[in-house]
């Protein structure tokens, strides 16, 4: 698994798309959370739960149908003040299944573990990325801090961090054009 900070930060940058009247303060906290939410399967281990496991460690949890469900949800109970079923509420489900779906996007890159279940419950069948550049982090905060941390965080900041980086500096001038182009 890529690092919660990873998680966190290359959602956060969703924020970028949302529209301007939204909270970017609790979209970015939302959006965080839900990018950091697929993880809390590990619980599932204190309760006998195998990682190979549909309920597993990058299970369920981290499915497409998980995502969907979220995105759903998470709207109606983040952003009350957001007239349900319009575009900006519309908008804001998108951005809360991007965000969700996004950790097992990277989970999918990383070099470790069991691959990422994106179809369960349909199937079963666990999957990663054809090309696997980040460094998988380690489920134990002990055995990251005692370990490899510094080379995760660094690994992860050129793969994930410089791509985000980009993103959102490329949606801040398009932004800034659009805005321009509308005063004209």
Same mark, same amino acid.
């Given at each position: 698994?890529?690092?919660?900070?990873?998680?966190?930060?290359?959602?956060?940058?969703?924020?970028? $798309?949302?529209?301007?009247?939204?909270?970017?303060?609790?979209?970015?906290?939302?959006?965080?959370?839900?990018?950091?939410?697929?993880?809390?399967?590990?619980?599932?281990?204190?309760?006998?739960?195998?990682?190979?496991?549909?309920?597993?460690?990058?299970?369920?949890?981290?499915?497409? $149908?998980?995502?969907?469900?979220?995105?759903?949800?998470?709207?109606?109970?983040?952003?009350?003040?957001?007239?349900?079923?319009?575009?900006?509420?519309?908008?804001?489900?998108?951005?809360?299944?991007?965000?969700?779906? =996004?950790?097992?996007? $990277?989970?999918?890159?990383?070099?470790?573990?069991?691959?990422?279940?994106?179809?369960?419950?349909?199937?079963?069948?666990?999957?990663?990325?054809?090309?696997?550049?980040?460094?998988?982090?380690?489920?134990?905060?002990?055995?990251?801090?005692?370990? =490899?941390? $510094?080379?995760?965080?660094?690994? @992860?900041?050129?793969?994930?961090?410089?791509?985000?980086?980009?993103?959102?500096?490329?949606?801040?001038?398009?932004?800034?054009?659009?805005?321009?182009?509308?005063? @004209?």
């Amino acid at each position: 698994m890529a690092t919660v900070l990873t998680h966190f930060v290359a959602s956060g940058a969703l924020t970028c $798309l949302a529209p301007e009247d939204i909270s970017r303060r609790r979209l970015i906290l939302v959006l965080g959370v839900m990018a950091i939410m697929p993880d809390l399967d590990v619980i599932g281990f204190w309760y006998g739960i195998s990682y190979a496991d549909s309920f597993g460690h990058r299970g369920f949890s981290h499915s497409i $149908l998980f995502a969907l469900a979220m995105g759903i949800t998470v709207p109606f109970v983040a952003f009350r003040n957001i007239r349900r079923f319009t575009q900006t509420w519309w908008l804001l489900a998108a951005l809360v299944f991007l965000a969700t779906i =996004s950790h097992g996007i $990277l989970d999918a890159f990383t070099n470790g573990g069991l691959g990422v279940g994106f179809l369960i419950p349909f199937d079963d069948t666990r999957y990663f990325a054809p090309w696997r550049p980040i460094a998988v982090s380690p489920l134990s905060v002990a055995a990251f801090f005692n370990g =490899s941390g $510094l080379h995760i965080l660094v690994n @992860e900041a050129f793969w994930v961090g410089l791509p985000v980086g980009a993103f959102v500096a490329a949606s801040f001038f398009i932004r800034m054009w659009l805005r321009r182009r509308r005063s @004209e």
